[in-house]
Each structure stands twice: as structure tokens, then as C-alpha cells.
């Protein structure tokens, strides 16, 4: 299957600075990848889809001028906290999707670990 | 919004004993996913099923996708402690490709 890969794996900030997550697909060419939330013994809960050359889409109650997502290739996408905060503590992952390739199957990244001081 | 119920939430077997997981929506699917997760890890694609009724194996594992295309159910016979995690369904109906998960089966195994 492809592989994702997300830098960093974890990060500890402190509160009011701004983190950016990589997130690359490795074998293959994804127009569009996806953000995801996940706090712990919860669901994944989607937060944005990111569209490769075009603004990201934003699942509802998802603050587009917090969480900055950047599709500047169709291998990177980026996602940045804007003035972290404790509450932004969690694990954020992204995918990628086999859409290009014809299937909707999606690869995930490893997640990074945001804890916010 | 558009939601899938997956039941149960959690689930203690004794290892050899069967697990089932159930996901069920108020809305015809046009396909359904299963991934699992391992403590710590991230989610990893198991399968997808897009035909009404469709059921497949995947050597212990059997997934099945209702006539109506509303629910779906994932179960593993003789589970293994290397059958650990959580196993969540999600709707892969939306055109732009993303998907809804349910709340997920969290499996323990006792040796």
C-alpha cells in the first residue's frame, strides 16, 4: 500500500506559539489529502480536506484561521496551529487519499502528538 | 450531520472467543470502510465493501455490507492477542472522498 509520512511525531510547545505538521504522501501524487483530530479513547473526527493548488475545506465548528492547512504540492500538505493553546493538545493525523489512482482507500500518516504547555 | 453508530464501544474477550462490531446508519451508504487502529498507532486500511450484501474475509476476519446498504458488521473468529485495538467503520459516501468515522470498537484480549 502507499505510504504517508508526518513530521514531526510529537511536539511540546509552549501556549501562544504556532506549530506546522508535515504530512507527505511517499510513492504517490495525492490531490487531496485530510486533516484529522483525535483526542484519546475518541473517534477521528475530520477536520479539514485539503485540495492540492486551492483553499482547504473546512468541516463545520473547525476555525480555518487557527488551523492553516496548505496544499502547496501534490505531496505535501501542511498543517499549522496559530496560537496554540492547552486545548489544542491532541493527536493530529492526515491521510492521504488513492483518488488519483482511481480508489478512495486512505493511507494515514503516523500522526503527530501536540501538547500544549 | 451525517453520522455512523458503531456498537459496542467497548469489548473484553477471552482470547479464542469471537468479536463483532456493528455500524449502522439512517442513510444509504455508498460504501463502507474498516480500519484499525493499535494502541498508540494510526489507523490502517482493512477493507472496503460497496456492494449491497457484499461480504468478504480476510482470514479470520469476515466484513459484511447490508442488503439495504445501511449497516455493516465486522467480525473475527477465535480473536488473538494480536487482535488488539480499535476497529472503526467509516462512510466513504462523499464525493470529495473524505470520510466519516464511527465512535469505534475498542477489542481487549485476555490471554
Known amino acids: 500500500g502507499a505510504v504517508v509520512s508526518q513530521h514531526p511525531s510529537w511536539v511540546i510547545c509552549k501556549s501562544g506559539t504556532s506549530v506546522k505538521i508535515e504530512c507527505r504522501s511517499l510513492d504517490f501524487q495525492a490531490t487531496t489529502m485530510f486533516w484529522y483530530r483525535q483526542f484519546p479513547k475518541q473517534s477521528l473526527m475530520l477536520m479539514a480536506t485539503?485540495?492540492?493548488?486551492?483553499?482547504?475545506?473546512?468541516e463545520q465548528g473547525v476555525e480555518k484561521d487557527k488551523f492553516l492547512i496548505n496544499h502547496a504540492s501534490l505531496t505535501l500538505s501542511t498543517l499549522t496551529v496559530t496560537s496554540a493553546h492547552p486545548e489544542d493538545s491532541s493527536f493530529y493525523i492526515c491521510?492521504?487519499?488513492?483518488?488519483?489512482?482511481?480508489?478512495?482507500?486512505?493511507?494515514f500518516g503516523p500522526g503527530t502528538r501536540l501538547t500544549v504547555l | 450531520g451525517q453520522q455512523v453508530m458503531q456498537i459496542p464501544q467497548y469489548q473484553h474477550v477471552q482470547e479464542g472467543e469471537d468479536f463483532t462490531t456493528y455500524c449502522n446508519s439512517s442513510t444509504t451508504l455508498s460504501n463502507i470502510q474498516w480500519y484499525k487502529q493499535r494502541p498508540g498507532g494510526h489507523p490502517v486500511f482493512l477493507i472496503q465493501l460497496v456492494k449491497s450484501g457484499e461480504v468478504k474475509k480476510q482470514k479470520r476476519l469476515t466484513f459484511q455490507f447490508g442488503e439495504a446498504k445501511k449497516n455493516s458488521s465486522l467480525h473475527i473468529t477465535a480473536t488473538q492477542t494480536t487482535d488488539v485495538g480499535t476497529y472503526f467503520c467509516?462512510?466513504?459516501?462523499?464525493?470529495?472522498?473524505?470520510?466519516?468515522f464511527g465512535q469505534g470498537t475498542t477489542l481487549q484480549v485476555k490471554p
Open positions: 467509516a462512510d466513504g459516501s462523499s464525493n470529495t472522498g473524505k470520510l466519516i
Open positions: 485539503s485540495n492540492e493548488g486551492s483553499k482547504a475545506t473546512y
Open positions: 491521510s492521504a487519499s488513492e483518488r488519483d489512482l482511481g480508489t478512495d482507500t486512505q493511507y
